[in-house]
């Protein structure tokens, strides 16, 4: 049933390809296994709380990554495309590398959350992905747009003419992205707005407007299960930071309301859809020892301190923001 209100493959040893797709991306991610110091950036206003947040961020390799992610000047990793892969029994990965689509999978059909950059990456990577998984992608009911960047919709127009999924996005990003790329965007279809509902097959999703990186990103908030163990994921829309204030400001204002909502429903498990939290490394820990502990299982504490070193970061941003526009006037 809908309810929209208005308002693995089986892994083996661990081979040599596996070996060395799995090198590639931790040094594609870069940051999961350097050490940091105060000269990762260069001194500036916002250097101690890029202090502050690496300190909180210790040795987890994951809030290490997130820190360099967020330190600027920082580029988004280009990593090789993984083989997609189930990270939960109702959860499917599928990247092209740098960006990444996630498939919830319910009784009823397909959530799609993202569709990466392309109608060629749709028909290549969405489409045999999923049918590799044994998900069949005429089941694509809905497809969530969680900003209005290209590569995150890209897909979604090929998608919606080929299977007749919905297309959902913010009303801001519909207006962004028709906008911007008016040539690729995807048909306008349906508004996302802030606490909004999808429920497909008993799985519910419920979307939070998170603007900062754009106008109207959305970050999603669903279960996910392994066996008879049930967990609460959350995937924040978009990390890269805007270069003004008062952008800086909203973003800060989205990670601090976010957080309330990842503590009342219990969030213990964190995803991306950029490399930025080294999530294809997991996937890869995941898919060379798929009856371990699940890697995208944070827990409630380190969910949240996630959080907490994003604000930092941002924090940071503001500060070096604040001061360059306080140089430029007195010039």
Do not use: C
């Amino acid at each position: 049933m809908t309810h929209l209100p208005h308002h693995e493959r089986p892994a083996g040893p661990l081979s040599r390809r596996r070996f060395g797709r799995l090198a590639a991306l931790a040094l594609a991610a870069g940051a999961g296994s350097l050490p940091f110091d105060s000269a990762t950036a260069a001194t500036s206003d916002g250097q101690a709380y890029y202090d502050r947040a690496r300190r909180l961020a210790g040795s987890d390799p994951i809030l290490r990554t997130l820190v360099k992610a967020l330190t600027p000047g920082t580029e988004v990793p280009r990593p090789p495309a993984p083989e997609p892969l189930k990270i939960f029994d109702n959860l499917a990965m599928l990247s092209a590398g740098w960006v990444s689509a996630m498939a919830v999978l319910t009784d009823d059909g397909i959530v799609l959350i993202d569709a990466l950059t392309s109608s060629r990456e749709a028909e290549s990577v969405l489409v045999p992905g999923l049918r590799t998984l044994g998900a069949d992608p005429e089941t694509i009911k809905y497809i969530v747009i969680t900003h209005g960047h290209d590569d995150h919709y890209g897909g979604a127009q090929y998608l919606a003419e080929r299977y007749g999924s919905r297309v959902l996005m913010s009303p801001a990003d519909w207006d962004l992205a028709a906008r911007t790329d008016p040539d690729h965007a995807p048909a306008r279809d349906l508004d996302i707005v802030d606490g909004q509902q999808l429920t497909l097959g008993g799985t519910r999703i419920r979307f939070h407007h998170t603007p900062g990186h754009t106008p109207g990103t959305v970050s999603p908030v669903f279960p996910v299960q392994v066996g008879h163990a049930r967990h609460t994921a959350m995937l924040w829309g978009g990390l890269n930071p805007p270069s003004a204030p008062a952008q800086l400001r909203t973003y800060l204002t989205s990670i601090q309301s976010f957080r309330d909502r990842m503590r009342q429903a219990n969030v213990d498990v964190e995803l991306s859809n950029h490399p930025n939290d080294n999530g294809l490394e997991r996937a890869e820990q995941l898919r060379n020892n798929p009856d371990g502990p699940n890697p995208f299982v944070l827990g409630r504490p380190r969910a949240q301190r996630y959080m907490e070193v994003m604000d930092l970061m941002l924090h940071g941003r503001l500060a070096d923001a604040e001061a360059t526009t306080t140089a430029d006037s007195t010039r």
